[in-house]
């Protein structure tokens, strides 16, 4: 929605003012401008993205249409379940949480909070990293030098299409150009035609600029812009995982552990101590 709002903010300015300045709106449409530089835009993304960033591209275009980040009900669920988890295996020690780990979507535990489930990335974190910590076989520093691996890992391939669509918005405002060219090369060839018909061409040539440039930093730009921000903002879920995890093989301390986990969600959707704490005090 908010996307939506943005759009019609550009485009009703640029539009309401060429309008109010005594444009002509038809003069704007131009079809053999977008082909040009639509398809020329498009054409070099795919020609330099391999067919992995293409998936990723279609999967953060999909992002960028519903706008989703992290709420502040779905981080309490995520401290809840982290919260259950670290009680069941302080009372009956880190082995009982053997089945909630291997079958997540059928532990009572992990049913209790959908929208952590829904999130099949953050659901694999939470579990494999827990099915290391059952192992044993690492300390508390490795176990935190493997998810901050793990993390970066992520986020550098889920930066890879704001990456990519970036370069597509740089490249815009020279492929308008292209077309602007092109239509002036027409035109040349109708330099014998009346006044108001070379006019009409020069005028259609121009449009090529002011596509390539509208394109760019009124469009393509935004999505990617937006794209990195979402980013940025999913990745905080797995900083509070790594959080609670490590404080509490360090110190098997389920409110402590919690408590370290919160300050970890960004202001803007972290839940208050009170909050918290009223929600906990229904976990046993």
Do not use: C, W
């Not at 090529?208 to 935004?222: D, E, M, Q, R, S």
Request: glycine share 8%; no cysteine.
């Amino acid at each position: 929605m908010t996307a939506i709002i943005g759009y019609i903010v550009v485009l009703g300015s640029i539009l309401g003012g060429y309008l109010i300045a005594g444009g002509n709106i038809h003069m704007l449409i131009q079809p053999s401008e977008f082909i040009i530089i639509g398809g020329a835009a498009t054409g070099a993304l795919i020609v330099g993205s391999p067919t992995a960033l293409l998936k990723l591209i279609v999967g953060g275009l999909k992002s960028f249409l519903s706008g989703k980040t992290p709420s502040k009900k779905e981080y309490e669920d995520l401290l809840m379940l982290l919260y259950e988890l670290f009680i069941k295996a302080r009372k009956n020690g880190l082995l009982s949480l053997e089945n909630d780990v291997e079958n997540a979507k059928e532990s009572p535990i992990f049913n209790n909070y959908p929208s952590v489930l829904k999130n099949h990335h953050l659901l694999h974190f939470i579990s494999d990293n827990l099915k290391v910590i059952l192992t044993g076989v690492m300390q508390p520093h490795e176990l935190e030098n493997l998810m901050d691996v793990d993390i970066e890992t992520a986020h550098k391939e889920e930066h890879l299409p704001a990456h990519a669509l970036q370069k597509m918005a740089d490249g815009l405002p020279a492929f308008g150009i292209v077309a602007a060219v092109m239509g002036v090369v027409i035109t040349m060839g109708m330099i014998s035609e009346p006044p108001e018909v070379l006019g009409h061409h020069i005028g259609a040539a121009l449009v090529g600029t002011f596509l390539g440039v509208l394109l760019a930093y009124g469009i393509v730009g935004p999505i990617a812009s937006s794209l990195e921000n979402i980013v940025i903002f999913n990745s905080f879920v797995f900083k509070v995982v790594k959080e609670a995890l490590v404080f509490f093989v360090n110190t098997p301390d389920p409110k402590a552990a919690i408590e370290l986990a919160r300050r970890a969600i960004p202001p803007s959707a972290r839940p208050s101590f009170e909050e918290l704490e009223e929600k906990l005090k229904n976990i046993k």
